[in-house]
């Protein structure tokens, strides 16, 4: 069957770094998504991973690793504002419209 | 322009009300989709349209019914909901090709209540 897990809930402190990991079972693999969703808001892209290693945005960074269906988040020099629910989201191959999502983890950030 | 527009932001309908929730996407998109939002539950695809042709649904109930006139418009028609329905329902579109798969970008959300 398909499957996400990750985290439900954590919390780091301001300039501190933080990592999100997800893992993934899915027939089929056809890259993962991460999300950023605040309360009461829309959930808003972050970062697309499909092959292996990591990628850089900033203060956010994604890695993935395909054979061990394995993905993390990381965000780094933390921010009051970072405080927000994660979701990690998988499309599989043959279907790129329907993502498989996680439950998502909520990161609350302290000063 | 925010990207991804609906109306209403909030609703509270009864049991035997009809009500229509709205989507309407500037970004030139030709995938539009439904999700379902609830506490503690993974998003839940309802339903997809690609160039305007239904692709995906999700073994949604009759109660909810999608229209989607054109590829910038999406509509979600309600009647009879059961107070289980209540939830958070999204909107998003994509720009869906043969390849690789393809962020999508989100609505604000309908905050649905069924009393």
């Known amino acids: 069957g398909q499957n996400i897990d990750q985290p439900t809930e954590m919390t780091a402190t301001e300039g501190a770094i933080v990592q999100i990991n997800c893992t993934y079972q899915?027939?089929?693999?056809?890259?993962l998504f991460w999300y950023q969703q605040h309360a009461g808001e829309a959930p808003t892209f972050l970062s697309y991973?499909?092959l292996d290693g990591l990628e850089e945005k900033g203060r956010f960074s994604s890695f993935l690793s395909r054979s061990k269906g394995y993905s993390y988040l990381l965000l780094k020099e933390l921010q009051m504002k970072d405080s927000a629910s994660y979701l990690c989201?998988?499309?599989?191959?043959?279907?790129?419209?329907?993502?498989?999502w996680g439950l998502g983890t909520s990161l609350a950030v302290n000063p | 322009e925010t990207g991804v527009t609906q109306t209403p932001r909030h609703l509270v309908m009864g049991m035997t009300n009809k009500k229509s929730l709205k989507c309407e996407q500037h970004?030139?998109?030709?995938?539009m989709y439904w999700y379902k939002q609830s506490a503690k539950k993974p998003l839940e695809l309802m339903f997809v349209?690609?160039?305007?042709?239904?692709?995906e649904n999700n073994s949604v109930p009759s109660r909810f019914s999608p229209e989607c006139p054109n590829s910038s418009h999406l509509f979600l028609h309600l009647h009879t909901l059961q107070p289980e329905d209540s939830a958070l329902y999204l909107c998003?579109?994509?720009?869906?090709?043969?390849?690789?798969?393809?962020?999508?970008?989100f609505g604000p959300g309908t905050r649905l209540t069924v009393t």
């Open positions: 998003a579109s994509s720009q869906a090709n043969s390849g690789g798969a393809n962020e999508q970008y």
């Open positions: 970004l030139g998109h030709n995938a």
């Open positions: 349209y690609s160039l305007e042709e239904r692709v």
């Open positions: 899915t027939s089929g693999f056809n890259g």
């Open positions: 991973n499909v």
């Open positions: 989201a998988v499309s599989r191959a043959g279907n790129n419209r329907k993502l498989i």
